[in-house]
């Protein structure tokens, strides 16, 4: 039986355990240029030594007008390269590997000064007018997605992942509460992830896999629910993704009858559903931050890989930690075994 500390393969991604450290942004680029900075050197390689199997680099923008703010990572020159080497090297030193999270915000993009999405359509009352991107401009940012990809694997990282969820620009074509084009955009509803999802796999290893986030549950009223998703994530998953990463919401103000759960483990259920209807590896995430539930997750066959975030935010260490609570013997940084021995 399979459990939190078993090793796990897809492709030529060979994990020694099943937790991830899922994208989380940091606001932290404090030049505003997109390039990672010392703390994000010393954020992502401190978990890599505190044990976690895969990190996930936090949303990883395309263009500089595609970032939630001014302070987040990009991806859209050669010069920002170099500095996600760094971690990647260094993580790979510690006996992780490591992802990123390409993506763009669209309409939910703070800082631009004029948003772009599908549709002219604001977030909120909170939140600029985006501009509709004309039809050739759609294509161009599918050519955006792929040269963000292309120095992505460049810069050495093991597994890429497409931001698909949470209201940003793939999930905003994907739903038609965002998407209200008359274009072909607008009637195949899946088209723009499906050309960044193969303009990515362009660029890709064939061996290396491909992780897509998505919302698989919307909260908004009249949202789409898990039927919906299951039919256009068979669509992603015949393009060329690999995996799943589960996740639910973000796309808008919150409906009457859609709040989400706030208590442990409420969208496992929805990794479940797309591991099953899809036959497919799914990674699980929302507050699964108790090493018991974590593995239990694992060992009941509800999804392939767990995503702890808050709980990794508040402690580095949380895998080491979670070894210990169940008892399985990993190999622990030598400098620390005297804290881990019984």
Request: hydrophobic letters at 35%.
């Amino acid at each position: 039986m399979n459990h939190l500390f078993s090793p796990y393969n897809i492709k030529n991604l060979d994990l020694k355990n099943r937790v991830v450290m899922p994208p989380m942004c940091q606001y932290s680029v404090d030049a505003e240029d997109g390039i990672p900075t010392s703390w994000h050197q010393h954020h992502y390689v401190s978990r890599a030594i505190g044990g976690t199997g895969l990190i996930i680099v936090e949303m990883t923008d395309v263009e500089p007008d595609g970032r939630i703010s001014n302070r987040d990572l990009g991806l859209w020159s050669d010069d920002q390269v170099g500095a996600f080497t760094k971690i990647v090297d260094e993580v790979h030193q510690h006996g992780a590997k490591i992802g990123i999270q390409i993506a763009h915000a669209g309409r939910k993009a703070e800082d631009a000064e004029t948003p772009v999405a599908p549709s002219a359509i604001a977030f909120d009352e909170s939140y600029k007018t985006p501009r509709a991107l004309e039809t050739k401009e759609v294509k161009e940012m599918v050519e955006k997605f792929r040269l963000s990809v292309r120095r992505a694997v460049q810069a050495g990282f093991d597994v890429i992942e497409l931001h698909g969820a949470h209201g940003y620009l793939i999930h905003q074509f994907t739903s038609p509460f965002t998407n209200k084009r008359d274009d072909e955009y607008g009637k195949d509803l899946t088209k723009f992830g499906v050309e960044v999802i193969k303009a990515a796999k362009s660029e890709m290893p064939a061996d290396m896999p491909l992780i897509m986030r998505i919302s698989a549950k919307e909260y908004v009223d009249g949202g789409y629910g898990i039927e919906e998703s299951i039919e256009f994530s068979k669509v992603f998953k015949e393009a060329g993704v690999d995996m799943f990463h589960v996740s639910s919401g973000g796309e808008g103000p919150i409906g009457a009858d859609g709040r989400p759960g706030t208590h442990a483990n409420y969208q496992t259920p929805l990794a479940r559903e797309i591991k099953k209807m899809l036959d497919v590896p799914v990674i699980a995430v929302g507050r699964l931050e108790d090493p018991i539930l974590a593995n239990s997750i694992i060992g009941n066959d509800e999804a392939d890989l767990v995503a702890v975030g808050r709980g990794m935010l508040r402690n580095p260490y949380w895998t080491l930690e979670a070894s210990k609570t169940l008892n399985k013997q990993i190999e622990l940084p030598k400098q620390y075994e005297l804290a881990f021995k019984h």
